[in-house]
């Protein structure tokens, strides 16, 4: 039965499956990109951009059921549990398909600088830590502090937030307490979303999707093409982890490797651009509401659990997993896995739209924006909080 469900061709009707297909179209188009006459077709005339886009999106989807393959060799699986959603053991490992796809197209296509180096460094070395803890099991105390002092390295490189004056001390202190706290808490909070079929790969896409518009508008050229290759590496992936046309459950999970990978890198590439040509608070405020979901889930689930007396110190905060997220509170309210995803998807694109409404915008226009995310989400929630009663 296990086989049945996962294998590329139906084995009941002796036909090549849809996902059969587009395995082999994307083995096929990988292997056409390092043909020099299709390389010197897109660098010079097409785009840089969709050839790191094409290379990701194909690397990652060719790769994908080799991961699923090792995964269960080694037994490096999900169980399910009251806790989760899933009813039967999945292997994970999705998420090394998506950084060797990601690591892979922005190496054989564009020169790294020191910066982007150091970056991609601490999210595969936060990423190896995870993937020990998707086979073997750690603490969350232990990875939380492999995030901190990956974010550490990240400051010492000046990856950090602007926000303050830096030339002081209280302005510098401030200014590293804020990174620490936007890249563990971003990384977390995408890791908590990685709890339903096509979640934290879609949101992760749409994200980085959003940040490469951004960048391009802001004529951050390296930026956006490390946003491409992050959106291809997603959507090479997500055929695997969602089916759009069907309530099949996923065959392969990112696990927690993929989920934190996805989260530092996003919320790192964050910090390191500048989102705005002319001014800090538009700058800032870009970010903050393409990163509104995760901002406003991490929020909610904090105070939620504090209030109710589920959380009573760090301790417990850290190390609480319950139902009580964004999605799952959906789930509730929507009876349906696949509508809650979707929702979260499309609330996604609405606060991301509104974000690249800000290139030219005035600060006044950044905080109006904001304070509109914020009343859409509290609308949601409510809404959400009803359908939750009536349960």
Known sequence: MQK???????????????LRIF????????LLLFLPIVRFRFFEYIGRWLY???FAVSLSASITPLMRTIALKLNIVDLPDERKVHKSSTPLLGGVAI??????????????DRSSIVLLSCAVFVAAVSLIDDWKGLSARLKLLIQLIAVIVLIYHGIILHLFPGNTPWGYGLNFILTVFWIVGITNSLNFFDGMDGLAAGISAIIAFFLGIVAFQTSQTFMGWIAVAMVGSCLGFLPYNFHFHSKRPASIFLG???????????AALAVKGNWSLHNPIVSFAAPVLIFWILIFDMTYITVERIL???????KDWIEYVGKDHLHHRLYTLLG???????????????LGISAIALRNARPIDA?????QAFLITVAISILEYSGRQRH
């Open 336 to 350: 349906d896995k696949r509508k809650a995803v979707l929702f979260i998807y499309f609330l996604c694109a609405i």
């Open 4 to 18: 049945s469900r996962f294998a590329i061709f139906n084995s009941n009707s002796k036909k090549i499956s849809p």
């Open 23 to 30: 395995w082999l179209c994307a083995i096929i188009t990988f």
């Open 52 to 54: 790191i886009l094409i």
């Open 99 to 112: 950084i060797i796809a990601f690591i892979s197209a922005l190496s054989a296509n564009m020169i790294l």
């Open 308 to 314: 109710t007396g589920k959380v009573k110190c760090f």
């Open 256 to 266: 927690d490797t993929g989920s934190i990978f996805l989260g530092f890198t996003l």
């Open 367 to 371: 905080v109006l924006l904001i304070s």
